[in-house]
């Protein structure tokens, strides 16, 4: 059974999501023959039987939202393609089933419990013959809808959805590092002076001066979004 880091540079931390290396990564729990890569012309993808089961462990964080990508079929009619991730101390975080007859790209965002380090995808069959590919798994990073400066020297930032998770941002100044601050889960806008952010009313009034948001996932720092002062009316 395969265990992976945290995330490692951004990168999906699933291994061999794709099964271009077959099985490795994975950890075959059915019948020999209920499971196989099978090659499409283009690419390989996993095929199963009808009790077919392969599953992956993995290091994760507690309370920490993630977003699982991945393309799934159910090849026949009657039949479904099963997907599940159990946490170590929480259990069942998701169960979902797709009957879907063509190949499809399905997401779903979800959060671990506050005493869950490891987690557990099973990917399986109910019937018929299901096909799995491009399997990603990595944290949900924030998204921003829209930020600026208003009246001369506030920001304003504004999120798409109300954060997932406590969430420390950090805000760089024509390239040079300021200051930090943490926002609470279920915040979704922020509204104040730049001083807050280290900078000044001059730097925000000049239409040169760049700012960037930024927050850490896994061990990576993210550009989140990219904006600049005003000059003056």
């Known amino acids: ?39 499409t012309g283009h690419n390989k993808c996993l095929q199963l039987s009808a009790l077919g089961r392969i599953s992956q462990e ?19 009619t009657g039949g479904k393609a099963q997907i599940s ?26 959060k671990t419990g506050l005493n869950d380090s490891v987690l557990k995808l099973s990917l399986y069959c109910g019937g018929g013959e299901a096909r799995f590919d ?3 798994l990595e944290p949900s990073i924030p998204q921003i809808t829209s930020a600026y400066v208003y009246n001369g020297g506030y920001i304003a930032i504004n999120f798409n959805a109300p954060l997932s998770d406590e969430t420390t941002f950090t805000m760089y100044i024509n390239q040079e590092k ?41 061990n990576k720092e993210h550009t989140l979004v990219e904006f600049y002062g005003v000059s003056p009316l």
């Open 134 to 136: 491009n399997i990603v």
């Open 1 to 39: 059974m395969v265990t992976n880091n945290v995330v490692l540079n951004g990168e999906n931390l699933i291994l061999n999501g794709n099964f271009e290396e077959l099985f490795t990564g994975w950890q075959v729990e059915g019948p020999s023959g209920e499971q196989k890569i099978i090659d």
């Open 85 to 110: 991730l159990g946490g170590n101390n929480s259990g069942t975080l998701i169960d979902e089933s797709y009957n879907n007859s063509q190949m499809e790209l399905k997401t779903i965002t979800f």
């Open 58 to 76: 993995l290091t994760i964080n507690p309370n920490t939202t993630y977003t699982l990508n991945f393309h799934v079929q159910a090849a026949y």
């Open 178 to 218: 300021r200051k930090s601050m943490t926002f609470n889960e279920g915040r979704n806008y922020w509204r104040g002076d730049v001083s807050f952010w280290g900078g000044s009313w001059a730097e925000a009034k000049d239409n040169r001066t760049k700012f960037e948001l930024k927050t850490i996932v896994g």
